[in-house]
């Protein structure tokens, strides 16, 4: 099995009478899966899509997006997903940099999507999936035939310098890593997985909904994290497997539920995106009887590691051992290979990993070198192996497993009229991601609520800073640079 349809193909073909998707009071097996994804395939064709084509997908967590991607694919297209909390500015920079020709979305993102394909400055056309029908004529699973190293899926690198730079990942890399995680957590179709995490983004999609269809289990789709929702379906859905990120598990962890609460089905928790502070895991341990096992990754890499010791309380702040197949090397300063507990570069070699960035040779010279891809991550491995991150060579915010690029938020705050300069920074939080924060000189009057109205609608509500400071200047270096050290810089990992 070489591509995702020869992977989904074969899952339906073992599971077509066990249930794929439970969203509300709906169960999807496998079988009416194949049919809802054969049938919008075959509408998308009926609307001009040809293979290479990118269709951009801004759907909640839910049954349509999965139906959605796997529809693309079948086609032979390119899918880009698309963060639901993206506004007009920035769907259309994601857009145009992609090449995008139709927007797949739902009722209530039309009115934002009409005004971005009228902005736009490529052609592209939004399609409403609530408005899908039957198709006449539909391939089948079965007659699917692509490259295997052909691009499946455009994203985006977290932009730690300038603008976000766009990874093509082909079938191979995405089958290898399904296959790698199937094999590292031992999951099977009797797993049953909280699908909380969005969808577009590197771990929901891959950790949840990926994963699960490969072990031919069942996903239950929510499109918003809430606590108390969030527990009732762990353990009334008797959920087994619980990718999330720190935000959530502490969030939980720090609720009075008013009762007890019975999550003896769940065998994994797994946290990436960002450290999981050891302090919330215990707590979270204390409350529900299990602990949170940390994973690492990137979009550029794929899944690297998890922490599946036997021993979890002496290792509850380490990322673990790489998965099947993948190799990490630490490198120090020295361009040699780390000692035990020496900090050093992480650099990744792995069948999932990308080996270029699209159309950008300066950091793909950076950051690709002798097979290994290098994070960008500062880590340490100890006696036993486990791999520990200590910290990030770049400045990206960390907010909730969402990578802010602080430039992007400088220069947005710097259009206002009354704002001189600007610096943002991020500012840890007890859940383990960062608070943005915004340090700003005024030219003229202005309050906390124009500098964040300024912001609203320009983008995603997660980046609008949530401190604001005043000052009369900025530290500077000799040269002029504003000195980001002096305001608690970023350093979490991918």
Not at 62 to 81: C, D, H, K, M, N
């Amino acid at each position: 099995m070489n591509t995702l349809i020869e992977i989904l193909a074969t899952g339906v073909a073992q599971n077509s009478s066990r249930i794929a998707v439970v969203e509300g009071e709906t169960a999807i097996s496998y079988a009416d899966l194949e049919k809802a994804i054969v049938s919008l395939a075959a509408q998308l064709s009926e609307l001009r899509i040809r293979p290479g084509d990118r269709v951009a997908i801004l759907l909640p967590n839910g049954s349509e997006f999965i139906t959605s991607y796997f529809a693309v694919v079948l086609v032979r297209g390119i899918v880009v997903p698309l963060n639901e909390q993206y506004q007009q500015s920035e769907l259309s920079h994601f857009l145009k940099e992609t090449g995008a020709s139709l927007i797949i979305t739902s009722q209530p993102f039309a009115n934002l999507c009409q005004q971005v394909v009228r902005s736009n400055e490529s052609p592209c056309r939004f399609f409403l999936i609530d408005d899908r029908k039957p198709a006449s004529v539909a391939a089948t699973l079965g007659s699917f035939a692509a490259d295997p190293d052909a691009p499946v899926m455009y994203q985006f690198s977290s932009g730690s310098t300038g603008r976000p730079k766009r990874i093509a990942r082909t079938h191979r890399n995405l089958v290898f890593e399904l296959n790698s995680l199937v094999r590292t957590l031992g999951l099977t179709h009797e797993d049953r997985f909280l699908g909380v995490t969005p969808f577009a983004h590197v771990n929901g999609l891959m950790r949840s909904m990926m994963a699960s269809l490969r072990a031919g289990a069942t996903l239950y789709p929510v499109p918003k994290f809430e606590r108390q929702t969030i527990a009732e379906m762990i353990q009334e859905q008797r959920i087994s497997v619980f990718i999330g990120v720190p935000f959530m598990f502490g969030v939980m962890a720090k609720t009075n539920y008013g009762r007890r609460l019975d999550f003896s089905s769940l065998r994994l928790c797994i946290s990436a995106s960002a450290p999981m502070p050891p302090k919330l895991n215990r707590q979270f341990y204390e409350k529900f009887g299990i602990y949170v096992r940390q994973l690492y990754g990137s979009t550029e890499t794929g899944t690297i590691s998890v922490n599946l010791s036997t021993e979890i309380e002496r290792s509850l702040d380490s990322v673990g051992k790489p998965i099947a197949e993948v190799e990490v090397q630490v490198y120090g300063e020295n361009g040699q290979q780390a000692q035990v507990d020496e900090v050093g570069e992480i650099a990744v070699k792995s069948p999932a990993a990308i080996r270029s960035y699209e159309g950008s040779e300066e950091p793909a010279r950076e950051s690709f070198r002798d097979g290994y891809f290098f994070t960008g991550d500062l880590g340490r491995r100890d006696q036993d192996g486990l791999l520990y991150l200590v910290g990030r060579k770049k400045f990206l915010i960390n907010k909730g497993g969402y990578k802010i690029n602080p430039l992007e938020i400088e220069a947005l705050l710097e259009t206002h009229p009354k704002v001189e300069e600007a610096v943002v920074v991020g500012l840890p939080t007890s859940f383990g991601d960062e608070k943005v924060k915004a340090v700003v000189v005024l030219s003229g009057p202005c309050t906390e609520k124009d500098i964040i109205e300024h912001c609203r609608g320009r983008v995603a509500d997660f980046k609008i800073p949530s401190l604001i400071e005043f000052r009369e200047a900025l530290p500077k270096t000799a040269t002029g640079k504003i000195r980001r050290s002096f305001f608690a810089p970023s350093t979490q990992s991918q």
